[in-house]
């Protein structure tokens, strides 16, 4: 996508999200989109042209909106490189920022006793990452334009790591994920075919462990999610308590 065709979807999103407040629109920097890079393909070794360096060096290193003015540190991604299930979450909180990893305060330390609970982990079958690469301020919701600046780096993980399943964790990835404004409540509870990078993966929406820990009412539908992810692995013949696909 280039730059001008991202300001004309970045545009449209900032109106019907002023829309959905009522009218109103809070004051927005210009946008500052750079074009994607040229699609990836094979060199004549037939290795991938891009890679997880390349990919986590252009993630560090990104100036594409104006969440480059108050990130500590970019957070890529963590986990096995070809991964059973790849969790998608929102962007990163505090501790991320300060450390450059995701999903390591208090949500990610629940996030990985939620995955041990099916037998899953970073360190055997999971690549955990984000919607966007950098903190929002005050942790609020990532605005349009941010969502649309990282939405090459989430494509390329997807296109490089190749999940067989991918959990959803929380209502703004599955919102975004699956272009929809359905709440999490009418998203989770089934498995669902997302399109994404050139490829179809299975899909699982739960709620996100920082709800979770305000809101002990959803643990019990959270459970009822991993659950059935770990049944749809079982189905598909892969096997969480093996030692893995990475």
Known sequence: MTADEKTSLARFLDTAYGVARGGYLDDRDEYAFQDDPEPCGETAGGAEADSFERLEADVRSCT????????????PGEGVRRPMVMVIGEG??????????????????????????IDLSREKNCYIANVIKCRPPGNRDPFPDETIACSSFLERQVRLLKPAF????????????LDTTNSIGKIRGKVISLDIAGT???????????????????KRPAWEDLKLLRSALVEAGLDPAGPGTG
């Open 64 to 75: 594409g909106c104006r969440l480059k003015e108050t990130r500590k540190n970019a957070v």
């Open 92 to 117: 990163p909180g505090a501790d991320e920022d300060a450390t450059g990893r995701p999903f390591v305060g208090k949500a990610g330390q629940l996030l990985d006793r939620m995955l041990a609970s």
């Open 166 to 177: 991918i959990l959803c964790a929380g209502r703004v990835a599955a919102q975004t994920l």
């Open 200 to 218: 179809t993966v299975p899909l699982v929406a739960t709620y996100h462990p920082s709800a979770l820990l305000r809101n002990e009412e959803w």
